[in-house]
Nanobody, 124 residues
Framework: QVQLVESGGGSVQVGGSLRLSCAAS?????MGWFRQAPGKEREGVAI???????SYVDSVKGRFTISKDNAKTALYLQMNSLKPEDTAKYYCAARNLPFWARECGFSLSQYNTWGQGTQVTVSS
């Protein structure tokens, strides 16, 4: 069973930056970041397929960058130009990719391993 531990959340002002980290006990094919704001459903933010592809939700394109460090089995999310609507609890998640699947995707139900989350608050 893979274990995921997030860190790096905090409070910043609009336009600021934060870097989230996710320490993984090992890599799984699909790993990514999701977030959940109060009163809203959890949504996918960025997904990294170890096969090579990266996907972002439209609202963060150009501002957020997902990356990994193979040596440390760590996943990162660099968040720049933060906006109040980025305020949420951010979760690291992972799933294996069935042989018949083409891509990792953002479907929450497909991700079976989750971290405990880290809070990001952006104030104006």
């Amino acid at each position: 069973q893979v274990q995921l531990v997030e860190s790096g959340g905090g409070s910043v002002q609009v336009g600021g930056s934060l870097r989230l980290s996710c320490a993984a006990s090992r890599y799984i094919r699909c790993m990514g970041w999701f977030r959940q704001a109060p009163g809203k459903e959890r949504e996918g933010v960025a997904i990294l397929d170890s096969g090579g592809s990266i996907s972002y939700v439209d609202s963060v394109k150009g501002r957020f960058t997902i990356s990994k460090d193979n040596a440390k089995t760590a996943l990162y999310l660099q968040m720049n130009s933060l906006k109040p609507e980025d305020t949420a609890k951010y979760y690291c998640a992972a799933r294996n990719l069935p042989f018949w699947a083409r891509e990792c995707g953002f479907s929450l139900s497909q991700y079976n391993t989750w971290g405990q989350g880290t809070q990001v608050t952006v104030s104006s």
